[in-house]
T-cell receptor, first 115, second 116 residues
Framework: AQSVTQLGSHVSVSEGALVLLRCNYS??????LFWYVQYPNQGLQLLLK??????LVKGINGFEAEFKKSETSFHLTKPSAHMSDAAEYFC?????????????FGTGTRLTIIP | EAGVAQSPRYKIIEKRQSVAFWCNPI?????LYWYQQILGQGPKLLIQ????????DSQLPKDRFSAERLKGVDSTLKIQPAKLEDSAVYLC??????????????FGPGTRLTVT
């Protein structure tokens, strides 16, 4: 079974500071990995995804994540936080073949930006 | 293109009552998913349809939850009877037909259910 663990349910950073949200995965085979963002009262929006191509993945809004197989990690970073980044972030994992593409989500990290 | 539509956006019911949620996926998307997101948790897949067939319903509490996707387009998720622990946001997502790796799910805004 596949799973992801997000370390830190709440993260606070100052505006302009580095954002680092941690995600570790567990999978018996190489998975696909995703980061989603959820703003209040809205659905989930895909930030970026890793599908076995480049290990450093760039997404929307200046976010990027690096797939590290040796550490089973897929941490999300952004060099400079903006107030608009305040939201809930979810890491997710899926299989790579038909019928196994369901997403398994972590418990989420709420990001607060301090002015 | 229009996104995934869901209705209602909010619903409050008493325990033991019934409730139904509706989802209209993006036009042409073959796969439709229903997720349950309990407060403070990540979304959990309840059921996955490929066209109008069920691919995965292993986490659907079948004694009280049911879902259908008639004609492979719209879908309805029903809870009967509801329990307090069913209070959650119910998210619908859709994706194009599987194409060898480009798996992207598009999420609707969700229906927030409160059971009192």
């Amino acid at each position: 079974a596949q799973s992801v663990t997000q370390l830190g349910s709440h993260v606070s950073v100052s505006e302009g500071a580095l954002v680092l949200l941690r995600c570790n995965y567990s999978s018996s085979v190489p998975p696909y990995l995703f980061w989603y963002v959820q703003y209040p009262n809205q659905g989930l929006q895909l930030l970026l995804k890793y599908t076995s191509a480049a290990t450093l993945v760039k997404g929307i809004n200046g976010f990027e994540a690096e797939f590290k197989k040796s550490e089973t990690s897929f941490h999300l970073t952004k060099p400079s936080a903006h107030m608009s980044d305040a939201a809930e972030y979810f890491c997710a994992v899926s299989g790579t073949n038909f019928g196994n593409e369901k997403l398994t989500f972590g418990t989420g990290t709420r990001l607060t930006i301090i002015p | 293109e229009a996104g995934v539509a869901q209705s209602p956006r909010y619903k409050i019911i008493e325990k033991r009552q019934s409730v139904a949620f509706w989802c209209n996926p993006i036009s042409g998307h073959a796969t439709l998913y229903w997720y349950q997101q309990i407060l403070g948790q990540g979304p959990k897949l309840l059921i996955q349809f490929q066209n109008n067939g069920v691919v995965d319903d292993s986490q659907l509490p079948k004694d009280r939850f049911s879902a259908e996707r008639l004609k492979g387009v719209d879908s309805t998720l029903k809870i009967q009877p509801a329990k307090l622990e069913d209070s959650a946001v119910y998210l619908c997502a859709s994706s194009p037909r599987y194409s060898g790796g480009e798996i992207k799910q598009y999420f609707g805004p969700g229906t927030r259910l409160t059971v009192t």
